[in-house]
């Protein structure tokens, strides 16, 4: 009863920003190009090249980070127990990414089928090379979103968490890391260099245009960031 | 029924000597029903445990009578009871007391005599 | 029967000790008073009951199991606390179909009633009320949940008299109509005092006196009288609290007293609830 309950809460709170964020995207897709086209000549305009899977990304993101911060208080409130919040956070990652994967697939062929607008991610293409309608890119799509609000929801947890020292600590961390590890890695024998961008591409499925190792890969770390999510919701209190 | 909660006696005595009050002074009658526990405890916002404290005594005393799946009613010889009682405990509660302070005042017991005679025409 | 126990409780924050070894128990069907002045640990002990924070040691049961992230154990207690963890901007009629996804069950009868004697407007968002209508949203959903033990964090915040006096005949009513146990905070003592079976009492952390109320009430006095006589004899008494006024002392002391042993000049009178709680945590 408390999980169905749970569950019923985080898709309502889910569900409603996703209508609002397909109604503006629909809206302001449509329009903007063809207001643009209606000045310039329409052959040139082209959509975004990310498609619209990436704003759909970072829109997952945000729709993670509202299901953590959201009405946690109030279910406990309400008698649940951590556990069956956290397992309703992950049913309700499940049904909106599947959602979000099938709007997308839905909404990216109907633009592309208006002649001027390709709304395709080019980037996904000349990486993969695999048709938009397809169960490749649903599934593809499916574990991006779920890592996005993995991202996300680990991110309103700790925001709500950790001290604004720890905070701004481990911001400076997310930025300065990858500047580091960057020039370390500039300075590594080609050799060492060579084994680092093998592992990349073998992960990310790049040399064998194999779209299910980033697949994979993005699995395992949505994996990962739930983990970390679990470890610090467990003991969140409610104050 | 008239509780001043005064802090000299427990609350759960008032209860039943406002009870016992009340059947003396006729206004629940020989058999008649009293209010339940329930209704006085919702009607002066009085915990239950301590009205049914107080009704106890009372059974005990046996002036007032549990009737099962009915309520409390009032005994036979309750009235006659509680009068004998009160009229026995008067000068306890109550000439002690008013010689006491008469002697404060340095009343003498002629005195004090005229006052209750005048305290009889009164009525 | 169910009861709660709490065993040796602690909870720190970082090097604050706001419980330390608390040990008591909460049987069915009775009311609390649960008393402590500011920052005393009430509230901390209710959180920690109610499954909102962990305790440092300590366990805390009902029927056996514990009551830390235990939905069983869950489903019988409810705290209604001083902070609203309802969305601001649900209407209140949301909110108690909500509680009852979450409950299963919702006296919908009594909540009528209450909403329509406290006069509370259903199709408000909680986040437009008042105080006091805040507290009475509060308190229709802590009396309408089929929960067993209820714990009350200042119920009456904001609560006019007629409001005040309201709850209690509810309050009265339903414990009669449904007995179950209610557990109630508050610094409004002296009107709550005829409502209490039984006292809890916090200082800093710990408690001190845990019994009826009237064998509280009954174990302590107030003796009173010229100062000087009172001083004489104050080393014979367990005094808990001294006050003196322009010549005259008061003694709140917990022993039985016979007036007749005492030197004249010196009365005994009984303390209600608030003096002996004012008197034990000053």
């Known amino acids: 009863m408390k999980l169905v309950a749970n569950v019923k809460d985080r898709l309502v709170n889910s569900l409603k920003p996703l209508v609002i964020f397909y109604g503006f995207y629909l809206f302001f897709a449509l329009l903007t190009p063809f207001i643009v086209s209606m000045l310039i000549a329409h052959e040139n305009v082209v959509g975004s090249p990310t498609g619209v899977i990436f704003p759909s990304f970072i829109y997952a993101a945000i729709i993670g980070m509202l299901m953590v911060t959201l009405r946690f208080n109030n279910s406990i409130q309400f008698g649940s127990s951590r556990k069956t919040i956290f397992i309703s956070y992950q049913i309700n990652s499940i049904v909106v990414s599947l959602i979000l994967a099938i709007l997308n697939i839905v909404f990216t062929e109907i633009m592309n089928n208006i002649s001027w607008l390709n709304m395709t991610s080019s980037v996904i293409d000349n990486l993969y090379k695999v048709n938009n309608v397809s169960f490749e890119i649903l599934v593809f799509s499916f574990v991006l979103f779920l890592l996005s609000i993995s991202i996300g929801s680990l991110s309103g947890l700790l925001f709500k968490r950790l001290k604004k020292i720890t905070l701004m600590f481990l911001g400076a961390a997310l930025v300065f890391i990858p500047m580091v590890l960057g020039y370390i890695f500039s300075v590594l024998p080609q050799s060492a260099k060579l084994a680092v961008f093998d592992f990349f591409g073998t992960i990310l499925g790049l040399q064998g245009k194999n779209i299910w190792a980033p697949v994979l890969t993005l699995l395992v770390i949505c994996l990962i960031f739930n983990f970390i999510s679990w470890l610090v919701i467990r003991r969140q209190p409610v104050k | ?123 | 029967m169910t009861e709660i126990i709490i065993n040796n409780i602690q909870k720190n924050y970082k090097d604050k000790k706001v419980l330390k070894h608390i040990s008591t128990k909460f049987e069915p069907g009775k009311i609390y008073g649960l008393l402590g002045r500011n920052g005393a640990g009430k509230s901390t002990l209710m959180n920690l009951i109610s499954n909102r924070e962990f305790p440092t040691s300590g366990e805390m049961t009902i029927n056996g199991e514990t009551v830390t992230e235990n939905e069983k154990s869950q489903a019988h207690i409810y705290l209604s606390s001083e902070k609203n963890y309802f969305s601001k901007d649900f209407k209140v009629k949301k909110i108690f179909k909500s509680a009852e996804s979450f409950y299963g069950e919702f006296d919908w009868d009594l909540a009528t009633k209450m909403i329509d004697r406290f006069g509370l407007d259903i199709n408000s968002k909680i986040g437009g009320l008042s105080t006091g209508y805040n507290s009475i949203t509060k308190l229709i959903i802590a009396l309408c949940l089929p929960v067993d033990f209820i714990f009350l964090d200042e119920p009456i915040l904001g609560l006019d008299a007629n409001h005040r006096d309201l709850f209690y005949e509810f309050l009265m009513e339903t414990y009669a109509t449904r007995p179950r146990t209610f557990v109630i905070a508050t610094h409004i003592i002296e009107e709550m005092e005829k409502i209490f079976e039984h006292i809890i009492l916090i200082k800093n952390g710990e408690i001190i006196d845990d019994g009826d109320v009237e064998d509280l009430l009954n174990s302590s006095v107030m003796l009173e009288g010229d100062s000087e006589k009172i001083a004489a004899i104050e080393d014979n008494f367990n005094v808990f609290y001294k006050h003196s006024f322009t010549g005259i002392s008061k003694l709140y002391v917990k022993n039985k007293v016979d007036e007749a042993q005492l030197p004249e000049g010196i009365s005994v009178n009984k303390l209600n609830l608030q003096e002996y709680f004012v008197g034990r945590t000053n």
């Open chain 2, 1 to 123: 029924m008239y509780f001043k909660f005064d802090e000299r006696t427990p609350l759960y005595l008032q209860i039943a000597d406002q009870i016992e009050s009340a059947i003396l002074k006729g206004i629940y009658k020989k058999g008649q029903q009293i209010p339940s526990t329930t209704e006085i405890s919702k009607e002066y916002r009085i915990n239950p445990a301590t009205v049914l404290k107080g009704m106890n005594i009372l059974v005990e005393k046996n002036l007032i009578e549990k009737k099962r799946g009915l309520g409390m009613f009032v005994t036979q010889n309750s009235q006659d009871e509680i009068l004998e009682d009160r009229q026995a405990t008067f000068y306890q509660d109550y000439v002690l007391k008013t010689v006491e302070v008469a002697k404060e005042l340095n009343l003498s017991l002629e005195e004090l005599q005229e006052l209750i005679e005048r305290g009889y025409q009164n009525d």
